[in-house]
């Protein structure tokens, strides 16, 4: 027996989209989240449009039973669920919540980085997050030659890092970064 998340990423497949996420919502809500491999933006509406034309059609065929369907972009904080979403998003910002705590810690946010033999890291610093709005801007920070940051003439803030495989999480989503007017926010 197939089973519908195999039915939705065959027919998404076909069309070049990518399977992120599926769930059933209350009421026979199916939602599902689609991106376009190799495409530095996501879907747009007309890539939702098509897919979800093409998921109508392959429902009906296989007898799932949903009252409405959504498709959409995963977003800018997009849920890491698979190997290859790893590889992907290696090196940039993402929040991860483990199964299990390490050293007392279950939720993690920093710079994804490959490991060795299949396990990952995540890095970050203690540094303090961003001014709010209107207060005093704080200097500007560096890279140190050893990797950590800190401020301009302070002493560099150490690089904490945590080893993890990827069955220890129970789910890590990306952190969206922005920058308005020269203020770098989440």
Known sequence: MTSLQQIVEQALAGLGYELVDLE?????????????PGQPLGPTI??????SRQLVRVLEVEGVDYSRLEVSS???DRAL????????????????????PIEGRRQFQGVLRAGESGRWLLEWTDA????ARGARRPARAKVAVDG???????????????????DDIERARL????????????
């Open 24 to 36: 059933f919502v209350a009421r026979g809500l199916l939602r599902v989240f689609i991106d376009r």
């Open 46 to 51: 007309e890539d939702c449009e098509a897919a």
């Open 74 to 76: 995963p977003g800018l």
């Open 81 to 100: 669920k698979k190997p290859v979403d790893f590889e992907r998003f290696a090196g940039e910002q993402v929040a991860i919540r483990m199964r299990l």
């Open 128 to 131: 303090p997050p961003p001014a």
């Open 148 to 166: 950590t940051t800190g401020k301009a003439g302070a002493e560099p803030l150490p690089v904490h890092r945590v080893e993890f495989a990827l």
């Open 175 to 186: 952190v969206p970064q922005f920058e308005f007017s020269g203020v770098t926010g989440r």
